[in-house]
C-alpha cells in the first residue's frame, strides 16, 4: 500500500484529493494509510467493514469534492505522469478519459463517439471493463454503477462498464499512453 500511495502522491498533476478507504484489512494497511494522512493533508482515510472493493469504491466517490475521478488497487501503482495525462483529455465535452488506449485493438483514435465506445465496450474490447486507469466526471458516478450483489467476486468491474457507458452520451477521450501500472 506504500508504494501505491507513494505513487500517487508523485504524480507531476500534484492538485489532487486522495481517498484512501480502509475496507476492513486485517493488516497493517489502514494504520499505514493514516500515517500518510497525518504527513499530506490532500490524503484523507476512510475506516469501514469489511463490504468489498465496489462498496468501498463508492464509499471514495461520495467522499470526493472533485469534478474528476480516477480508481487505484492498493497492489498497483501509477506511472509519475499518469494524471497528468488523463487530466489532459478532460473537458466539458466529455465524461469518460479512457486510459492505455493502446490495449485497444481499434485504430487509433483521440475521440470515440460513444455509440461505437459501447461496442467496444459489450465485446469487451482492450482495456475496457476495469475501472482503474481511466478518469470519470463524478457526476456520472451514481449509486446505481455501484449497486452490485457482494457475491459477484468476479466480473462485477465490467457490469460497472457496462452501466456507465449507458449513463451518457458524450464521447470518450482516449489516452495512447501507460496510465496504470497493475502489479498484481
Known amino acids: 500500500i506504500g508504494k501505491c500511495i507513494e505513487s500517487i502522491q508523485l504524480q507531476t498533476f500534484s492538485d489532487i484529493e486522495l481517498i484512501l478507504v480502509d475496507d476492513g484489512s486485517t493488516d497493517n494497511s489502514g494504520r499505514i494509510c493514516d500515517e500518510y494522512a497525518v504527513k499530506d493533508d490532500r490524503i484523507r482515510v476512510l475506516h469501514q467493514e469489511n463490504k468489498g472493493r465496489t462498496e468501498a469504491r463508492w464509499q471514495g466517490v461520495q467522499q470526493a469534492n472533485g469534478s474528476w475521478v480516477t480508481f487505484v488497487d492498493s497492489d498497483d501503482m501509477?506511472?509519475?505522469?499518469?494524471?497528468?495525462?488523463?487530466?489532459?483529455?478532460?473537458?466539458?465535452?466529455?465524461?469518460?478519459?479512457?486510459?492505455n488506449g493502446q490495449e485497444l485493438p481499434d485504430e487509433r483514435r483521440e475521440v470515440i463517439p460513444m455509440e461505437d465506445f459501447r461496442h467496444l465496450t459489450v465485446r469487451g474490447d482492450g482495456a475496457?471493463?476495469?475501472?482503474?486507469?481511466?478518469?470519470?466526471?463524478?457526476?456520472?458516478?451514481?449509486?446505481?454503477?455501484?449497486?452490485?450483489?457482494?457475491?459477484?467476486?468476479?466480473?462485477?468491474?465490467?457490469?460497472f462498464w457496462l452501466?456507465?457507458?449507458?449513463?451518457?452520451?458524450?464521447?470518450?477521450?482516449?489516452?495512447?499512453?501507460?496510465?496504470?501500472t497493475k502489479i498484481s
Do not use: Q
Open 163 to 180: 452501466r456507465l457507458v449507458f449513463s451518457t452520451e458524450k464521447p470518450v477521450k482516449v489516452v495512447y499512453k501507460n496510465v496504470y
Open 128 to 159: 475496457i471493463g476495469v475501472p482503474w486507469g481511466s478518469l470519470y466526471r463524478r457526476s456520472c458516478l451514481t449509486a446505481y454503477l455501484f449497486d452490485l450483489p457482494r457475491e459477484i467476486m468476479m466480473g462485477e468491474d465490467y457490469i
Open 78 to 99: 501509477l506511472p509519475k505522469d499518469a494524471l497528468a495525462n488523463l487530466y489532459e483529455k478532460a473537458d466539458d465535452e466529455t465524461d469518460i478519459v479512457l486510459g
